[in-house]
């Protein structure tokens, strides 16, 4: 029996959750506490529900919050971020609720910390942006998009889970077409 409560209590432990970062263009002391990382949606209640007078301020739209590489934008953001861009931008479409955009996060995020140097990888929440989902025609998650000079690179829409090689690939053939063309 004494095994079994030793063992068990390993199984109560709390995972490691990704370092987030959290960054705002605000002057708002506490513009740090607007919703956190997508990879922690239990902080990012807590913190919600204890601040219910920061949800609709204009500091929480100025955030942007950055998971293992990833940076979360919102349609404000998007113009600046990835439309204005000087690099190629891979373009992550997902919700909270979407299984498949959970499966491949940590691919995604791995690509972002890879090819740091050569691209950037956002995040956008599909229930917090309608206007860029009826924009883009997302209509499976998780969506990727690459953007190159503003513009989307044609063929390079790609819908539902994917493995990590075959994302690895997908990325490479982008990159590779982008340095040709």
């Not at 990704?18 to 002057?27: A, G, K, R, Y």
């Not at 998007?78 to 691919?107: H, M, N, Q, Y």
Request: hydrophobic share 40%; charged share 20%; net charge neutral.
């Amino acid at each position: 029996m004494d095994t079994l409560l030793s063992h068990s209590a390993l199984f109560l432990r709390p995972p490691l959750l990704p370092v987030c970062t959290v960054t705002s263009t605000s002057s708002s002391p506490t513009a740090w506490l607007a919703p956190s990382c997508s990879k922690n949606p239990f902080l990012a209640s807590r913190i919600q529900s204890r601040t219910p007078w920061l949800r609709n301020s204009s500091a929480a739209r100025k955030l942007s919050i950055t998971c293992g590489g990833i940076t979360e934008i919102n349609e404000t953001q998007f113009p600046d971020i990835v439309l204005k861009s000087d690099r190629p931008v891979l373009v992550e479409f997902v919700a909270t609720w979407c299984g498949p955009c959970r499966l491949i996060s940590p691919a995604i995020e791995s690509i972002a910390q890879e090819y740091g140097d050569r691209l950037t990888v956002v995040k956008i929440d599909h229930d917090a942006n309608p206007r860029l989902i009826e924009e883009y025609k997302v209509y499976g998650l998780p969506t990727l998009i690459f953007f190159k000079n503003g513009q989307e690179v044609p063929e390079s829409r790609r819908e539902g889970a994917i493995t990590k090689v075959k994302l690895k690939d997908y990325v490479d053939a982008l990159l590779e077409s982008l340095s040709v063309a």
